[in-house]
């Protein structure tokens, strides 16, 4: 019961009610409006099937394990540590390699703590090749297209809340890979029982804030590539 009821004291389902009770009272049509976008937006039965479709953006493909490289995107991070995406991204890695070799590519500017956890989780011998590829998504890919060629089998690992992008920029480049992709929390479906139709979560909100961000992101770069004004 606790769990059924606790949500409706929750800050953003307060601010709501209070909106519902403003739209009642004064009878505004903008307000009427901004309270369905706010509902819409933080609404968890909605932001789940948006969810779903992403996923199903992103699902990506596996290519077989013979004669492929895999190249997993770096996520940051410092001289000294590791940050939890490229953990997450690594620990992915190791599944997909099951104990098996293969060349590895390693896109990030702090490569030794990346090289570390990998070597500590794979018993393995592995050929890791790790290079500072560029500050962004779109820099990375542009050295990568340098380095590898389109008919060279690689296996792209990424988070799923870059997948999206990652995915168009395979077929922007024309490259022979299969994309798997980290589940985040953001991205994970929410338990929707009967209070999230009365209700918003503001993990919905950060939901849109990132698909909105990798969207524009790819938009931007694709009319600036156009323009010859990144780099190709």
């Not at 307060?14 to 509902?39: M, S």
């Not at 940051?76 to 190791?94: F, Q």
């Not at 980290?182 to 009365?198: I, Y």
Request: aromatic share 14%.
């Amino acid at each position: 019961m606790k769990d059924l009821l606790e949500p409706f004291l929750y800050p953003q389902n307060i601010f709501l009610y209070g909106l519902l009770l403003a739209c009642i009272f004064y009878r505004k049509k903008g307000l009427w409006l901004l309270l369905l976008c706010f509902y819409l937006a933080g609404n968890t039965f909605f932001a789940n099937m948006v969810r779903s479709y992403y996923s199903a953006q992103i699902s990506g493909t596996s290519l077989a394990q013979s004669n492929t490289t895999y190249v997993v995107l770096g996520c940051g991070g410092s001289a000294n540590a590791l940050p939890a995406c490229a953990r997450a991204r690594l620990d992915r890695l190791g599944q997909s390699l099951g104990g098996q070799m293969a060349p590895v590519l390693i896109t990030t500017r702090y490569c030794q703590p990346y090289q570390d956890y990998l070597l500590s989780q794979q018993h393995q011998p592995l050929v890791i090749d790790c290079f500072d590829a560029g500050s962004n998504t779109y820099q990375e890919f542009s050295s990568l297209n340098q380095r590898v060629s389109q008919q060279q089998r690689l296996q792209f690992i990424t988070s799923d809340f870059h997948g999206w992008r990652v995915s168009k920029l395979l077929h922007y480049h024309q490259l022979n890979a299969g994309l798997s992709t980290v589940s985040s929390q953001t991205f994970r479906p929410l338990n929707c029982s009967w209070n999230c139709m009365f209700t918003v979560n503001l993990s919905n909100f950060d939901l849109y804030s990132k698909l909105i961000a990798e969207y524009a992101s790819y938009l931007v770069w694709r009319v600036s590539a156009t323009a010859a004004v990144w780099q190709r």
